[in-house]
């Protein structure tokens, strides 16, 4: 019968689970091992059945630990057809991108002159190719695109009114308002227009208004639109109401298009180049979306508005670090080559539907009867061109359960994230690498099984 004064010692345990110590660590082994024993030795007392062998209670410390500790990311296979998605860490990099990152992962040549010998720049690897892809006279590139307003606004600002319409007072995801960025940055919110209509006009008449207006702030909403009775100045209209005050128009164009681009589900996206060329005086984005390079926030324009932000003492509390300079330095540089041909992102906006069909047609003779293809659509994501879809093939599994499929596909390995409409499991071949097709079809065929 067991006993709680026969359960072993805790040193005893420990010497048997060199595996336990090695993944976790000593004292978490000891303090996970602690915990079972205890809680044996109590169901033991209270006359319930417990395991009480050293590999039963290694095994439970080992399942505590497991439930307990923070896994790394993983890679997951994204069959959404979403191909910038938030929750799956957004645009997949480049194998130049990635390749950047190792060869950085070590000592390498971030703030060192090899030349000269000497103390360099970060900035030097990245912020004359951000202006080369663009137009503009300079460019900085700060950890995020929150962080590259909080500095515009820090920096050119300060205490100071920025016009900002009503229609353009943003929310996006993980509680970022702009009301709230601005006075976190110390800028005074001057109100312009209506919700669902401004005009240049409202923009000239509060800054005549108002003798302490510091710039103009043009806000893209990148995840919602404003249909029907509405209206918005153009960049142009602005520069119009801007350039005889002297007042700097900067655009957050949101997205990280580098260049106008008229596919039907980018054409009404702004752009870095078609802002800057429209009056814009500074510009900023995401380097993680249409980009498609790691997170970062770009800021381009005027030579003496990007001094100004460089020179100001939070670009060094928002600057990049070595990993993510490397990798935008390999995305910039397939921006000025052929982006669609290095760029995941742009490689699977691009993909022509015929090449897509072939490939979920494959799928489907490999998943089995339960699988067909059908027409569906893909969207951009990441808050890029909100409302716009892009025709496509899709595979359609007919399943008994679609949220059992689901979560068997989420929970397997690798996981695989898939849409779940009308009673059946969507998968979108424009947004999985096609080196992962085996990979998806076998475990397809799983979630089809079960």
Known sequence: MNSPRNLPRIDDLLAEAAGLVA??????????????????????????PAATTADDLIAQAE???????????????NATGVVVHTNLGRAPLSAAAVAAIADAAGPCDLEYDLAGGRRGSRGDHVDALIAEACGAQDALAVNNAAGALVLVLAALAGPRGVLVSRGELIEIGGSFRLPDIMAASGARLVEVGTTNRTRA???????????DVALVLKVHPSNYTIDGFAESPSVAELHAVTQPRELPLVHDVGSGLLHPDARPWLADEPSMRGSLDAGADLVLCSGDKLLGGPQA????????????????????ALRLDKLRIAALHATLEA???EPEAELPVWRMLAAAGESLRERAARLAAAVGPQADVCEGESVVGGGSAPGARIPGPVLRLAVASAERAARMLREGDPPVVVRVEDGAVWVDPRTVEEA????LAARLREAAGA
Do not use: Q
């Open 297 to 316: 926030g770009l800021l381009a324009g005027r030579g003496d508005l990007i001094r100004a932000c460089r020179s100001h003492p939070l670009a060094r």
């Open 201 to 211: 006009g409202d923009y000239a008449a509060a800054a005549d208004a108002d003798a």
């Open 335 to 337: 921006h000025l080559r």
């Open 436 to 439: 992962d097709d085996a990979l």
């Open 63 to 77: 399942t505590l630990l497991a439930a307990r500790r923070p896994s790394p990311p993983r890679k997951v296979i």
């Open 23 to 48: 993944r976790y660590g000593r004292g978490a082994a000891a303090d996970a091992l602690r915990e079972v024993v205890d809680r044996t030795r109590a169901a033991l007392l209270d006359g319930s």
